[in-house]
């Protein structure tokens, strides 16, 4: 017997852009139906003032729902030195591939770059107890993002 969980996402971009520009993140991508003994969701806050806050959120989602099962303080803290480390791998890809396309970092984005990215993060764990008869949901957040149950 496992968890059987219908979920959904509602988002949209800010006014004046398009959802590419859109800098928020939710994961799993594929939400219709979930089941398993433990199932895990994710998402975040990109922020407009960061550079490249849509990969950092992305990141972030990503790597706590590919953590320990239980979210805790420190777990918490794990998935975002995890996601840190990832981050770091995915800014010299970034990099690379500018620089390959022509189009290298420009003075007036090194600062941002050297700043970095920000996000909120909320992940929620449903954890299907022992004989399968009751769940229990444990949430974490880093920021802003509230998560009413």
């Known amino acids: 017997?496992?968890?059987?969980?219908?979920?959904?996402?509602?988002?949209?971009?800010?006014?004046?852009?398009?959802?590419?520009?859109?800098?928020?993140?939710?994961?799993?991508?594929?939400l219709r139906?979930?089941?398993?003994?433990?199932?895990?969701?994710?998402?975040?806050?990109g922020a407009s003032e960061g550079m490249l806050s849509g990969a950092w959120a992305k990141i972030l989602v990503r790597s706590f729902c590919r953590a320990s099962p239980r979210p805790t303080a420190s777990s918490l803290r794990q998935v975002v030195s995890r996601a840190c480390?990832?981050?770091?791998?995915?800014?010299?890809?970034?990099l690379k591939k500018r620089e390959e396309a022509g189009r290298p970092v420009q003075w007036w984005e090194e600062e941002g770059l050297a700043t970095g990215p920000f996000a909120t993060l909320l992940g929620v764990a449903f954890l299907l107890r022992e004989g399968g008869e009751t769940c229990r949901w444990d949430a974490a957040?880093?920021?802003?993002t509230c998560l009413f149950g």
């Open 85 to 94: 480390d990832s981050w770091e791998t995915w800014k010299t890809a970034y």
């Open 1 to 30: 017997m496992g968890l059987d969980i219908r979920a959904g996402v509602l988002w949209t971009p800010k006014e004046g852009n398009s959802e590419a520009e859109c800098e928020d993140a939710f994961h799993p991508q594929n």
């Open 141 to 144: 957040a880093m920021g802003d």
């Open 33 to 45: 139906d979930r089941k398993g003994r433990i199932l895990r969701f994710a998402m975040a806050d």
